[in-house]
């Protein structure tokens, strides 16, 4: 059993004008909602928020990451999340993207981080994974090789030494920002932490679309009529949309069977027998980032 009373920190990360005040607002409501342990709250913003609830704290993107071409491609201003100068000292972290949805107790994630070098993405969606096998790899060719995991969700410890902010900058100064490891946030964080990196449980946190979508109707009726599965996604604290097509408040204009897709012709259907439960927590949540 993990410990969820340990206090830990949500982070966010914010730019543009794609999410309004309200839908961060609902976001961390809901994570607060599901864990009395999460007592800090950081969003990361390239200005600003002036109608967000006074308990979450702004800090602005550090100067060195707040430059254009981080902003483009993989997004390597998403590693602004390690900088020290925004995080709480000596406390476990949580960052979420914005376009996921909170359904349980994020504590049971933050809970996994048990030491300062300890690092937990959500999984390469291959068999082989994280794990012994690829941190030889990852060894054996000098860092070469290595698993790449997604970022959307990523637990780790706040005050882990070396820091990954700090190891980027270096890097990038001394001529390596061309590297294929310093254009995408999600491969150098697996690339940096390759040694510890460990997978979130897919009991805990899925991605929408590998979750719910699929290319094959034999796997999606597969996924429906298991058991296991079945038992698994009720114990889900987080699932997101990263990749998906839709977001969750455009689920409302859905009628039931409609089918749902994603950018790589993943597909899905909109109704309880293949939702199941989460149907209605789309709604919810959609419902709350929409009216009022």
């Known amino acids: 059993m993990v410990d969820t009373c340990v206090p830990w920190c949500l982070v966010l990360m914010i730019w543009g004008e ?31 928020r002036n109608r967000l609830s006074g308990d979450i704290t702004q800090s602005l993107i550090p100067e ?3 430059r254009p071409e981080f902003f483009k491609g ?37 809970a996994l981080v048990t030491s300062l070098d300890a690092y937990y993405m959500l999984p390469p969606g ?26 959307s969700l990523v637990a780790f410890h706040s005050s882990t030494i070396p820091n990954i902010c700090e190891k980027f900058e270096r890097l ?19 690339w940096f932490a ?43 604290v987080a699932v997101t949309f990263n990749g998906s097509q839709y977001k969750p408040e455009e689920f409302l204009a859905f009628k039931d069977g409609d089918k749902i897709f994603d950018e790589k012709n993943r597909f899905g259907v909109w109704d309880y ?8 927590k789309i709604l919810q949540f959609a419902k709350a980032v929409t009216t009022g």
């Open 172 to 190: 990038y100064k001394e001529g390596l920002k061309n590297d294929r490891k310093m254009k995408i946030d999600d491969v150098f964080i697996s």
């Open 74 to 110: 993989g997004y390597p201003v998403k590693l602004s999340v390690f900088h020290k100068a925004v995080l709480p000292s000596d406390m476990p972290c949580v960052y979420i993207d914005l376009d996921t949805i909170v359904i349980g107790d994020v504590g049971v994630i933050a």
């Open 194 to 236: 390759q040694q510890t990196l460990k997978k979130i449980p897919p009991s805990m946190a899925v991605m929408f679309r590998r979750e719910f979508l699929s290319r094959s109707r034999l796997v999606l009726e597969m996924k429906r009529r298991s058991p296991f599965i079945a038992r698994r996604r009720k114990g889900l």
């Open 18 to 48: 794609k999410y309004s005040d309200k839908y961060v607002d609902t976001l961390v409501k809901s994570v607060k909602d599901h864990s009395r342990s999460c007592t800090h709250v950081v969003l990361i913003t390239d200005r600003i």
């Open 126 to 151: 291959n068999l082989v994974g994280f794990g012994w096998i690829r941190r030889w790899m990852h060894k054996k060719s000098g860092g070469a090789n290595f698993a790449t995991g997604n970022s």
């Open 273 to 280: 027998k293949n939702l199941g439960d989460f149907k209605a």
């Open 64 to 66: 060195f990451f707040n």
